[in-house]
């Protein structure tokens, strides 16, 4: 049985109490933190950015996804890896060497990962396995929480699934497989039966009143 993660996004939290909302999803059961990264440029959206990342950082006892959708991607990365993050991911498009990226997020400590948009293909990972720690499907469109699941994404996840079990069986080394966007209770069993092992949940979750209901529910799919 896989080792299953669900990782909030906090783009769907209360900002205006951010560091009570990271606790409190934490305390209900939260494996990861997913940090939304949006520069009105990549994606027609602003979010937040790594002085945001270093006032919760305290208040976080599980790692910090933080998913960049931002173009360049050299220039800011280092700083959310000093912010505390423990894993990084971007996408392809945005950067103009994925290989250099890869290396650069690496050689400041935190795991790496590319994200694969709705339309972009995975051949992007193929030369570069031995330096990614994580794979992110897209199954929305970046730039908004609250989308609605695109089921191609199962095909995806399963073809990029196929890929890290055929990389593990020559390496030996496990590639975490995300999915982000849409992702609620009454779907999570289905995106797990694809291959996914790490679920992002923003809305789902946040616009819940009781998370840790809704992360036990996850759990309960997850398990049956
Ligand atoms: C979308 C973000 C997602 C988003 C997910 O661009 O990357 O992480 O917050 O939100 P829901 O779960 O509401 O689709
Ligand atoms: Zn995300």
Known sequence: NPTYRIAPSILSADFSRLGEEVRNVVAAGADW????VMDNHYVP?????????EAIRPHV???I??????????????????AGANSITFHPEASDHVDRTLSLIRDHGCETGLVFNPATSLDHMDHVMDKIDIILIMSVNPGFGGQSFIGEALN???????KIDAYRE???REIKLEVDGGVKVDNIAQIAAAGADT??????????????????DMRAELAS
């Open 33 to 36: 933190i997913h940090f939304d």
């Open 45 to 53: 959206n602003l979010t937040i950015g790594p002085v945001v990342l």
């Open 61 to 63: 006892s599980v790692p």
């Open 65 to 82: 996804d933080v998913h960049l959708m931002v173009r360049p991607v050299d220039r800011i990365a280092p700083d959310f890896a000093k």
């Open 156 to 162: 995806k996840l399963r073809t990029a699934r196929r």
């Open 170 to 172: 020559r390496t030996g």
């Open 199 to 216: 679920f992002v949940a923003g809305s789902a979750i946040f616009g819940h009143p009781d998370y840790a209901k809704v992360i036990g």
